[in-house]
């Protein structure tokens, strides 16, 4: 078994970080790590108490004050931290996060009451940083901010970087004697040219790369992240302006170095920046066209109408209604979508406020969204598929018959589970998907990474309250994993042997074709996520699912296991069979419960039977893995001794408080 992916980069936004370094890391990490990984913010808790080094490509630490770093990470957080690192990890610590990250903290020595002197426990850089390198900071103002001029070790990149640049600095440390260190695995990336108000020892060293155990992790005294078309006009602080026109004109040599330094790092950096594309229109249609109108219909109960448009003002989005047959002429509609649609700005802690953009749903009464609406997705292609995979599925006559699909979407989970008002009127089996998403949803702090050629969709299940108890809806995801094996290898020839199989509880992973057969590993291609609420009687869950189909990044997609005989992958025809194939397992649920049938075709797919593991919460305690339980589906494991064998004594364990670490053999309890 291949250890996960890393791909996802935590940016820390809790206790001592100020909102504007964490808004200028956040820009420019997505412009440049984006689609290739998740930039993702994480307050405290998540550091602490989830299980997120498996995951994560890249820790950053951005700027702030680094005596609340030490307030809420001192022990065993820290200790976290650096075995990450210590065991392949990256760590970016960028001003207060390069201070954070040495051993040593001096900060405005004599300067009372802005001193700080003491050791620090991560000690990437094994001596002092000393600071402010300039004279002149204050927390909270601009008043001590500068166009720091830096020189660079071109030497130390094997890309070409620029060999001057200018950074915005404000408070930033210098790493004294950092050349001196070279024996202790220290590299100097870049140093300050100009006069330094403390004493920086040999190099003025400004940026350097410390080598940790497997790891790596870059300190920064400057802010190489910070861009100038993201900084706020000062009138107060003289000299500002030319400041912010210095850093514009120097941009492309800073974005450069950024580049390369996380290049150092280990990440897959983007050669052209990322920008993040704007919401597009959701198009709803229909295999039956007048299901569009019923759906309106139904939908006018908690409808608004303001100027002669139509409204539903959902719980976290708010949703304009347009009519592709009426109001809005198709002409209309393809000029509508060439103008520039202005893009949501960045709040303070970092996140792109997407909520604050209105989602616009065309209603398509009589004809399909033609082509040219949706370049990535052929809606008549989609429901000629999903007609003649209804007549070969028993069962399979709704579900994907109404579909509402976007270019750019949010999360289709999120669109659909956060607004009740919205979804309360859905029939189950509606469909939501998307060629994009700017925010996919995952368990804990997990992002689903969701590219162009990656199925993503949102199916709405009404499960009746009366069947809570001998049809448990937590069965809904092992119903629906076993539906999406079946579907993939299904689809045709070619496909039948797809290496494709379940970890427990959601995930969907696949044998990597990349290694040989002597040494087979898996790797995770996809999850599912159910979120579950409660509506006239019945229990209504959202089901996400996401998998690698067609795309190149992240990581390995379906079409890389495919065989030369096989059917080129199409995302639309792969859509239909996981909906065909899902309503028919689904109806046979609500039949049987999840009867023997169903249980032997999960463990036919999944990875775990008799799989030893390491009960974090019990200790330690081995176990080997038995299975689920048939009544609340719960992971049920024997405890095993020194030899291998069950001792007798079992745990049940549920898949919302306890995850698996399957690269480690260990269950552990989620926080």
């Known amino acids: 078994m291949a250890p996960p992916a890393r ?112 050791s620090r426990e991560l000690a990437f850089f094994p001596g002092t940083c000393r600071g402010a390198a300039f004279a002149g900071f204050e927390y909270h103002s601009e008043k001590g901010a500068r166009a720091a001029s830096l020189s660079v070790v071109t030497a130390a990149f094997e890309e070409r970087v620029p060999e001057h640049f200018v950074s915005y600095f404000n408070g930033g440390g210098v790493f004294v004697d950092a050349p001196k260190l070279g024996a ?38 400057p802010h190489p992240e910070f861009a100038a078309t993201n900084l706020y006009p000062q009138p107060d602080v003289p000299g500002y302006d030319d400041l912010v026109k210095k850093l514009a004109a120097d941009n492309h040599a800073r974005v450069s170095f950024l580049r390369a330094c996380l290049g150092r790092l280990g990440l897959d950096v983007c050669q052209e920046e990322a920008s993040t594309p704007p919401l597009s229109r959701l198009h709803l249609s229909a295999m039956d066209s007048a299901k569009v109108l019923d759906l309106l219909c139904a939908w006018e109960e908690v409808m608004d109408k303001e100027d002669g448009a139509e409204w539903i003002r959902g719980e976290a989005d708010s949703f304009r209604i347009q009519s592709r047959d009426g109001k809005l002429e198709l002409e209309t509609l393809r000029q509508s979508l060439l103008e520039t649609v202005e893009e949501p700005g960045l709040r303070d802690d970092g996140h792109v406020d997407f909520a604050a953009v209105t989602k616009t749903i065309v209603a398509h009464e009589s004809t399909l969204p033609p082509p040219d609406l949706t370049p990535h997705f052929n809606h008549e292609l989609y429901y000629t598929s999903l007609r003649r995979f209804q007549t070969m599925e028993e069962d399979a006559v709704d579900w994907g018959n109404v579909l509402l699909y976007g270019e750019v979407v949010t999360s289709t989970n999120s669109l659909l589970d956060k607004n009740p008002k919205l979804t309360s009127k859905l029939p189950t089996g509606f469909t939501l998907s998307a060629s994009t998403q700017l925010a996919g949803r995952g368990r804990g702090t997990n992002a689903w990474v969701a590219p162009p050629g990656a199925l993503m969709f949102s199916v709405v299940i009404n499960h009746p309250a009366h069947l809570a108890m001998s049809r448990p809806v937590i069965f809904i995801q092992y119903v629906a994993a076993i539906a999406v094996v079946e ?165 049940t364990l549920q898949s919302d408080e306890n995850s698996f670490d399957f690269w480690k053999g260990l269950v552990r309890r989620k926080e």
């Open 7 to 118: 791909l996802n980069i935590l940016v820390y936004t809790g206790t001592g970080t100020s909102a504007e370094s964490v808004r200028q890391c956040m820009y420019s990490l997505r412009r440049l790590l984006s689609p290739n990984y998740a930039v993702i913010p994480v307050a405290e808790s998540a550091l602490l108490k989830e299980p997120w080094p498996s995951t994560c490509a890249l820790l950053v630490i951005p700027g702030g004050a680094d005596l609340g770093y030490c307030r809420v990470f001192d022990g065993p957080g820290n200790r976290r931290i650096a075995e990450y690192v210590r065991r392949g990890g990256a760590y970016l610590g960028l001003c207060a996060g390069g201070y954070y990250g040495s051993a040593r903290c001096e900060f405005e020595l004599g300067r009372t009451p802005l001193e700080v002197i003491g």
């Open 184 to 221: 202790r695995k220290v590299e100097v990336l870049a140093s300050y040219d100009d006069h330094l108000d403390v004493d920086g020892g040999d190099a003025n060293a400004a940026v350097v790369l410390c080598h940790v155990g497997d790891g790596k992790a870059v300190l920064c005294g």
């Open 487 to 651: 579907a993939i290898q299904s689809l045709g020839l070619g496909y039948e042997n797809l290496p494709v199989k379940l970890k427990w509880p959601n995930d969907i992973y696949a044998l990597d074709p990349t290694k040989p057969a002597a040494s087979a590993q898996y790797v995770k291609i996809g999850g599912l996520l159910s979120q579950c609420g409660y509506c006239d009687g019945s229990y209504q869950i959202v089901l996400g699912i996401g998998i690698n189909a067609i795309n190149p990044r992240p990581t390995t997609s379906l079409s890389d296991l495919l065989p030369a005989n096989a059917a080129p992958l199409r995302l639309e025809v792969l859509l239909a069979r996981i909906l065909t194939r899902l309503e028919s397992v689904h109806a046979q649920f609500r039949r049987q419960g999840f009867s023997q049938d169903l249980e032997r075709r999960y463990y036919r797919h999944w990875l775990h039977t008799g799989q030893a593991v390491s009960l974090e919460a019990e200790g330690g305690v081995r176990a080997r893995v038995l299975g689920i339980t048939k009544d609340w589906g719960m992971l049920r494991v024997e405890e095993t001794d020194a030899e291998g064998r069950g001792t007798g004594k079992m745990w």
